[in-house]
């Protein structure tokens, strides 16, 4: 039996992966597995890997083979007579016309690679392999026309989406000419792009024109021969046949796994940065002065990151442990799929962020920092990254993003119209686990009620998962509310903050479906009483608690802190103190249990709008 992995598109392993093979005992004696998604598929020497890209791409990428693997340098050939080929291998340009390599298009490290590697074991999942081979005459007087061959030509939406009064979609779309090589020194290719054409420019060249091109588009190419001095000498000609802009699909993928920041409390925190749009209506000054103190007590830094595109900065991107940001898709139909997902996950709780992301990316300009966008949708609120007793990383997002991310994929044309959607999601969570460098089995769906996942839940140390417990939070109400050594003012509020009726009953619901989801992922579901609200029986204006939105992290001293929200309200009570910290003081104690210690930050304006301390920071890791 053969070793082969089959591949299709969209990121799937389709077919059944024959692994654990060795040279010695191929191709008879295979430990045969059946794999349904994997990021990374590992052939030994000798072995064959069959690739079968997606076919709305090109119908041309068919069944590709490896062949010729002494040790590990290897060449991919077609059996398809009517393939077009390009005169390349995955090592080096080859003289004349060497046929039948396949040209790799795939993302490593931020560039798109013509050539892969091939003394890296592992090969990273194909996406789709754009190429062509288009060869063109234009006359020349007094000689034999030249001949130039065009080796590949990727496109793909590399900077977001622009709306223009022509269309209702756009580019930027990114271009990028490997190799075209005509056959004379003194004749030149040059390129510029319109609506409908594509001039040609020999080496490397990305363009980004200001009309928009989406994924399926097809666009005619020209070449435009010049004289020795660049100047065009009229000789032009069409490329045989049209390119198909291929839909943006693929998620980016950097080098490196593991690249989500973890939010447990294991993580080194370096900085915690503030979005500059946090303004005196925030309390920035005195939540900047508070974070300041408490980074100078558990060993980080805090700085303003400016031309932040808003308030919620944890929504505008989420850093990864590589150094880089994620931002929100800022594709068209995000407004759609998210009234899409509502037939499909009511309770789904999302921001549609990525308005926002050109604003980031020039605050990343700023700030030296890459930004990468995603394929799908995730907003900071809905994604946690834990860790598992044993140091594993899960990345837990809510149903809501990951159905709003499956109806998105559709609406682009990135998933068969005829998917269930179980194979929607399925597809959605691959490429949520690429982008965040974890194996699909490590991303966990949860229940969120309404509301983002980092209002109920926050990573705790050794593979604990604090969750907000409404029954818990009612007793500890109860328990000051009986004791009189509480000013009165206090227990009257508080008597107004209890959790009852359909409140109760949603939350409850929600309490059990992700208890028994993190179990289920190998956490350990820790019940805290978190979070509280109140309706003021003076003015009818509901009041938020929240302390379950928080930046954790394990200072240099190894001390595990939690910095999360102080208990003032918009209608709070600057006369009075603070007469609602005894339930800081109680959520504190819960903590104090687990090795943890609380300190609570001036935010209460932030909670009262729906946020947190969590929300309006971005935080940096030290390098594991």
Known sequence: MDCVATYGGHLRVTQTVLTDCTSDDMPSHCEEGEVTRSDVISVPAGGRLEITTSPRVSDWNKDWYRTNCGGWNCFYKSRSAQTQVSARTFTAPTAGAAAQVLEYAGLDGGRWQAEYDSSQRDFPDMSTAEWGEYRFTTGKPGGVPPVGTLESVNLTNMYGWVRDDDRNGGGPVALQIWALKPDQDDYQLHATISSDQLHLSGGQQRFN?????????????????????????GNDAWLAGELTIPRDCAPRLPAGAGRVTSESAQ???????????????????????????????????????????EVWAEDAAITRTDGTWLAPNSGPYL????????????????????????????SANANQVTVEESRVHLDGGNVLTAARADGTPVVLVSKGALHVSAALRERQGCTPSGWTLEQRLADATDVIAAELGVLPAQVVPVDQGNQHIDRFLRPGPAGKMFLHDPDLANTVLEGFIADTTVPAGARARMEEMRIDGQDLLEQRATTAAVTAQLQAAGLTPVPVPGAYSRRSTLDHKRAYLNFMNAVTGTAPDGTVYYLTNQTETYD?????????????????????????????????????????????????????
């Open 572 to 624: 709070s009570d600057a006369d009075e103190g603070r007469p609602l910290k005894p339930l800081e003081d109680a959520f504190a104690a819960r903590l104090a249990t687990h090795g943890v210690t609380a300190r609570f930050m001036p935010t209460f304006r932030l909670v009262d709008n729906a946020g947190g301390i969590d929300c309006v920071t971005l935080e940096v890791t030290q390098p594991s």
């Open 335 to 362: 407004t759609e799929a998210s009234e899409d997902a509502k037939t499909t996950y009511p309770q789904r709780f999302v921001r549609m962020t990525g308005a926002g992301t050109p604003a980031l990316l020039a």
């Open 267 to 309: 993580r080194r925190v370096s900085t915690v940065y503030l979005g500059q749009q946090i303004d005196e209506q925030w309390n920035a000054p005195l939540l900047q002065a508070a974070l300041t103190t408490a980074g100078q007590e558990f060993g980080f830094s805090v700085e303003v990151l400016p031309q932040t595109p």
């Open 209 to 233: 024109p200001e009309h928009g091109l989406t994924g399926g588009d097809k666009i005619k190419v020209r070449a435009i021969g010049v004289d020795s001095q660049g100047t065009p000498d």
